[in-house]
Antibody, heavy 119, light 112 residues
């Protein structure tokens, strides 16, 4: 069974930083393209960004609202995906989900981790 | 960026009846060299992560009941639930993966 387990969420002040992690099991992580998707409280789903696998140069793409502030990375030796978030804004408050995304659709999801940006 | 627009925003359907949700994209999602439409549908129940139902516009994910079906091509797509069950109450989202950003529709809340 595929398992994706996010961690690292919490309360952070505007302008602060936070790093989320996503531990993967049940998949060949090194071959997997991975994405982050977020959901603000009571709102819809928003794609945050994607990282391809090493054979594709670990190419990264980001949504416009987070480009230049968020960085996606991966450690294939640890089967772990990361989302480094900096210059956080109140509008970044959301549940952040880690997903597999090899063809672009999201076939496996974690349970999510809540990030709250508030003073 | 490709904009995804779902209709209606909410829908009430009786048990056993058919539910239809529409999704329109601002650009064609049909990739001719692959002969595929780059569109997926998800179901999200309260307090849970979304669940993939349909990909390539009409391919049902493993384990998804066959009362769920996807259709359409180009810019117009439909998710149909042929006979609504109580457990189908949820919010449904379409999403394109033709190009980045992989945007979602705003969601359709399905109630009984």
């Amino acid at each position: 069974d595929v398992q994706l387990v996010e961690s690292g969420g919490g309360l952070v002040k505007p302008g602060g930083s936070l790093r989320l992690s996503c531990a993967a099991s049940g998949i060949t992580f090194s071959n997997a393209w991975m994405s982050w998707v977020r959901q603000a409280p009571g709102k819809g789903l928003e794609w945050v960004g994607r990282i391809k696998d090493k054979t594709e140069g670990e190419t990264r793409d980001y949504a416009a609202p987070v480009k230049g502030r968020f960085t996606i990375s991966r450690d294939d030796s640890k089967n772990t995906l990361y989302l480094q978030m900096s210059s956080l804004k109140t509008e970044d408050t959301a549940v952040y989900y880690c997903t597999t995304a090899h063809y672009g659709y999201f076939d496996h999801w974690g349970q999510g981790t809540l990030v709250t940006v508030s003073s | 960026d490709i904009v995804m627009t779902q209709s209606p925003d909410s829908l009430a359907v009786s048990l056993g009846e058919r539910a239809t949700i529409n999704c329109k994209s601002s650009q064609s999602l049909f990739y001719s060299s692959k002969n595929k439409n780059y569109l997926a549908w998800y179901q999200q129940k309260p307090g849970q992560p979304p669940k993939l139902l349909i990909y390539w516009a009409s391919t049902r994910e493993s384990g998804v009941p066959d009362r769920f079906s996807g259709s359409g091509s180009g810019t117009d797509f439909t998710l149909t639930i042929s006979s609504l069950q109580a457990e189908d109450v949820a919010v449904y989202y379409c999403q394109h993966y033709y190009s980045t950003p992989h945007t979602f529709g705003q969601g359709t809340k399905l109630e009984i």
